[in-house]
Nanobody, 124 residues
């Protein structure tokens, strides 16, 4: 059983940057893909980014491509999401989640344990 805790959210002006962290405990996540999802009020939770177990492969939803970077430090059992050039529409609660071993996907059903989320609010 793994526990995930997101941090780093907050209030930022449009065009600014934030770095989110996801710290895992209970077991190592070094064999798993890891993903970031987000959910705005009244909207479905949507895929944002995923990184494979080794950090060598990543994939992003089109709306964040070129602005967000997912990375991981397996020695620290931690995953990051660097968010640059933030837009108003990026406002959401951001969640990290544990993905499968051996591959990664972009569907919510591909992911198991979820964190509590961290709020990101982008203002004008």
């Amino acid at each position: 059983q793994v526990q995930l805790v997101e941090s780093g959210g907050g209030l930022v002006q449009a065009g600014g940057s934030l770095r989110l962290s996801c710290a895992a405990s209970g077991r190592t996540i070094s064999s798993n893909a890891m993903g970031w999802f987000r959910q705005a009020p009244g909207k479905e939770r949507e895929f944002v980014a995923v990184v494979n177990w080794s950090g060598t492969s990543t994939y992003y939803t089109g709306s964040v491509k070129g602005r967000f970077t997912i990375s991981r430090d397996n020695a620290k059992n931690t995953v990051y999401l660097q968010m640059n050039s933030l837009k108003l529409e990026d406002t959401a609660v951001y969640y990290c989640a544990v993905g499968p071993r051996g591959y990664y996907g972009t569907q919510r059903a591909d992911f198991g344990s979820w964190g509590q989320g961290t709020q990101v609010t982008v203002s004008s």
